[in-house]
């Protein structure tokens, strides 16, 4: 996937902060727990229907619709951890997963770095401490890291890189 | 019922399984070499899968 060059080392690996992951957690244990409610009350709206088929059929529907859940939750995961900015001694490297078959992988060399600027939004960023990491190039693109995490680290970091062009 | 039940269930098993071996494989694609988060994750994902599977599949018996 990653192919280095010659004397290229990998400096820093920047995923997505948990928080982004905890955010589609919530929403997988409030989809988890709205079937058993509904199966609890299934035997009053169904009081004509015959259970020896109603409840072995609403059994199975709950099991496929939590793999459903569980689908929905490793793709989610896949799609966060996957999305990730590669530093190393020689370049930024931006790789951007978007779903299964979209996959997005830009990078610029560290030497064009002219300025790295950090952002943080809110009450839950500031307390978690993650944000947007923002990088200017001479005559590039602006690259964006958003919900990074340990933002002064990185910052140094990349900024370190760019004078020295090495660690 | 039970036919219509069984046919449901075998699309499903196959849509799911496409997409669980999709992303398995772009996991085991793209990871960084020496990180041990995916193999976790995705054992999880299989054995927990793979439960709610036998359980589908028992209720399934259980349809008349």
Redesign the interface.
Known sequence: ??NLHEHEE?VL?IHKHWFVMARTLAVFFILVIIPPIILTLLPLFTQGLDQ??VQ??A??FL??Y???L??FL??T??DM??D?W?ITNERIID?E?QG?FR?QMSEIPIKHVQDVTIEIKGVIETFLKFGTIRIQTAGEREFKIEYAPNLYEAKDLILRCARNDKL | ?FLA?FGI?II?SLV?GF??A??IY??K????PKNP??KI?VSS?LF??GI??L??LT??F???
Do not use: C, D, E, G
């Not at chain 2, 694609?29 to 960084?32: D, E, I, S």
């Open positions: 996937m990653l990998v690996v020896r088929i072995p059929m059994n199975f099991a496929l939590i793999m459903i569980f689908l490793f793709l995961w896949m951890y996957l990730m590669i790789v997963q299964l996959r | 019922m039940t269930f499903f799911f997409f669980s999709a992303i772009h996991l694609q793209y990871t960084l988060a995916p994750v994902f927990l899968a709610f599977w359980f589908a209720f399934l259980k349809i008349p």
